[in-house]
């Protein structure tokens, strides 16, 4: 894969990543150890070498999946991101002890000496304001415990309160054709700043993966099914923000327009990847085998000025004024 710079951390990683929501469970009928193995085995072995994760995550069994994978695998040049500030922490609970048991503990999951990047996990927008939790990871920082640190954000509102601090390594945001809004003023600010961008949620909860319809059914325990409507937390997380039957119908729209030599997981990933400001895309992959797909997406050309300015009208006329939540 092509290897894109991570702001101005001295990083060099390739441009397709793996975000390991799925690996703490509640994505399929049966989920367990042997399956998150073979999903970051097939990672690696396809040249993924940055990998995303949270304490929140099955509660910590992500991070314990990919710390087995870790002392197992002992893999060269992998770049582990983690995110804390939800579990056990959320919404009021914000204190340099919080953080810094919070720290430690992923250290633990992991088994490493050191967390590659540690991220602020969607903390609410007063909580940024405030700036304590920025000088508080500056602390661990300090002390040996993580080496960058950054936050994953909601809005653009809630990532230009953190391009004011100093040392912030990456910003992590929402991006992807149904969410077109972070083009504006935010990427360009962040590049100019030398910040990282990591995209997380590229298929838009699988919508634009392009395989799911007015018929497909969600398990219980999925957040498309009980966070649909933002009931648990930011509805932005889930479905780009789109009412289902809405997302849908821009889906279709957005199929019509897919080049017959590639998929529509391919080209909006591309779609992303033609951003320069970017540093890493990390879809999700709920089966191994979704993996190497994913991982295309970075061979695939750059998709054509017309063909861009198809997706923007897309955009424009079907589906910005109906996202959800903070945006």
């Not at 634009?208 to 966070?227: C, E, P």
Request: aromatic share 8%; hydrophobic share 40%.
């Amino acid at each position: 894969m092509k290897l894109r710079e991570f702001g101005k951390s001295g990083l060099a990683v390739p441009e397709i990543g793996l975000g390991c929501w799925q690996l703490g469970g509640g994505w399929r009928d049966e989920w367990d150890d042997a399956v998150a193995r073979q999903t970051l085995d097939n990672a690696y072995a396809a040249g993924v070498r940055f990998i995303d994760t949270a304490d929140v995550y099955g509660d910590g069994a992500s991070e314990r999946s990919i710390g087995q994978f870790i002392r197992e695998r002992r893999p060269e040049g992998l770049v582990v991101a983690t995110k804390l500030g939800r579990a056990g922490i959320y919404p009021d609970g914000y204190t340099r002890e919080s953080l810094r048991d919070a720290t430690l503990r992923s250290i633990e999951r992991l088994g490493m000496e050191a967390l590659d990047l540690t991220q602020l996990h969607c903390v609410p927008t007063e909580v940024l304001r405030q700036g304590h939790v920025f000088d508080w990871l500056r602390e661990l920082q300090q002390d040996g415990l993580i080496k960058r640190w950054g936050a994953s954000v909601e809005s653009v509102e809630e990532g230009m309160i953190c391009l004011e601090q100093d040392d912030l390594a990456s910003l992590q945001v929402i991006f992807n054709i149904f969410r077109q809004k972070p083009a504006e003023e935010l990427l360009p600010r962040a590049a100019a700043q030398g910040v990282g961008i990591i995209v997380r949620l590229p298929l838009a909860s699988g919508l634009l993966g392009g395989k799911i319809t007015r018929a497909t059914t969600f398990r219980a325990d999925d957040h498309r099914n009980f966070n649909r409507d933002g009931a648990h937390f930011n509805v932005g997380e889930t479905f780009a923000g789109l009412e289902l039957e809405r997302g849908i119908a821009a889906t279709e729209q957005v199929a019509a327009l897919v080049p017959p030599s590639m998929t529509m997981a391919q080209m909006a990933l591309r779609w992303i990847l033609d951003h320069p400001e970017v540093s890493v895309v990390i879809p999700g992959a709920s089966s191994p085998a979704q993996v190497q797909g994913n991982v295309e997406a970075s061979n695939v050309a750059p998709l054509p000025a017309e063909l861009h300015a198809a997706l923007a009208q897309v955009y424009r006329d079907n589906v910005r004024e109906f996202i959800r939540g903070p945006y």
